[in-house]
């Protein structure tokens, strides 16, 4: 099911107590400007740089805005996780520098998540997270979103921060 402008809500029942969704972000492309850097894909193909991701300014969504409406969500009470891939075909050392400068940007960023997972390329997304029958992707991959089973999806190539708002109406 995709966000796209109206007005959705899921409350499922966990233990005779209302639990809303947890909020998964992507971040690459979603949250984080690594496709807007220069040289981007030489950097963390050819030349293994794992400092493309670690870029502070360079982020997509007005992060003062966005932060306002993740704290409004959980005071509603819903949850906020990452869920990121590393980069195709990359050695194991490269994805483990990658994996701790996500995690840092991700603490800095998105102080708020609570669950945070930086997997391989190409991993479904919905197979790692731990809130599974209650959930939603914001993601810009269209493949990611299609294949998202576990709830809403939300195009991160339109307005999140709207989209997240909506679910607060």
């Known amino acids: 099911m995709c966000l796209s402008g109206r007005r959705a809500m899921i409350v499922l029942q966990r233990k005779g107590k209302p639990m809303k969704p947890t909020i998964y972000f992507d971040l690459d492309g979603t949250v984080y400007d690594l496709y807007g850097q220069p040289d981007w894909l030489e950097r963390i193909t050819t030349l293994a740089d794992p400092t493309?991701?670690?870029?502070?300014?360079?982020?997509l969504v007005d992060m003062v805005a966005l932060h306002e409406t993740l704290y409004n969500l959980l005071a509603a009470g819903y949850e906020v996780g990452v869920v990121s891939w590393l980069a195709k075909n990359a050695s194991e050392d490269y994805n483990?520098?990658?994996?701790?400068?996500?995690?840092?940007?991700v603490k800095k960023f998105l102080p708020m998540a609570t669950e945070v997972h930086i997997v391989?390329?190409?991993?479904?997304?919905?197979?790692?997270?731990?809130?599974?029958?209650n959930a939603i992707i914001v993601d810009d991959a269209a493949e990611v979103r299609e294949t998202w089973n576990r709830g809403l999806a939300i195009d991160a190539n339109g307005d999140i921060i709207k989209s997240l708002n909506d679910l607060l109406n």
Do not use: F, L, S
Not at 52 to 59: C, F, G, R, V, W
Not at 96 to 105: C, L, P, T, Y
Not at 122 to 131: A, L
């Open 96 to 105: 483990k520098q990658v994996r701790r400068i996500k995690r840092e940007w």
């Open 120 to 133: 391989k390329y190409g991993t479904p997304k919905h197979r790692v997270i731990k809130n599974r029958d």
């Open 52 to 59: 493309a991701y670690a870029n502070e300014d360079a982020t």
